[in-house]
């Protein structure tokens, strides 16, 4: 027969005092940032900008670098887009934070297609390529924003790139099925 001792609980309620230690109040009150401490972010946020687009150029030379040995050694692919993935997922968060949305957009869609399970090809290294050079004619054009016209076209001409890829992708798929 099991024993049936009696256990004693206690409930303890800590009052959470994180917001009143980080907002500096002690008494509660509405956390608030000083003027200077807030001018003084900004100040740095944009220094920091501006040397945004050199910095990721370092980013997509390593991501072309990548590209290129997908292309050279072929039964190594599956190790450097996973390389690919890992310096796109680093670059979405970045690019709108440094007024380049465009950036982000582009290496969230990179990342996304360079996560890819499944068998990789030609036309896959393709869609590499154009993420890539994508990425480059902003930051060469100095693209911020959204671009305007420029942006939607430098959208528009990237989604063309992987339809046109990923429709050889399908034609490859059926002949070899029916070959």
Known sequence: ?????KIAVRLYRFKNRLKE?????GGGGKPQISAEALAEAEAALEAMSEDYPDWVSGLIDR?????RRCVD???DRRFFFEEISDIAHDMKGQGGTFGYPLISSFAESLN???YSKGEL???????????????????????KGDGGEIGIELSKGL??????????EGQSASTAATG
């Not at 027969?1 to 001792?5: C, F, P, R, S």
């Not at 993420?131 to 004619?137: F, G, I, K, L």
């Open 112 to 114: 996304k297609f360079s």
């Open 1 to 5: 027969m099991a024993d049936k001792t």
């Open 159 to 168: 989604e063309k790139a992987i339809q046109k890829f990923k429709a050889r």
């Open 73 to 75: 050694t072929s039964e």
């Open 63 to 67: 991501l072309a670098e990548q590209h």
């Open 21 to 25: 230690q980080v907002s500096g109040l």
């Open 121 to 143: 090809t030609d036309n896959h290294v393709e869609i590499i390529k154009a993420h890539v050079d994508s990425m480059r004619a902003v930051i060469t054009g100095r693209v």
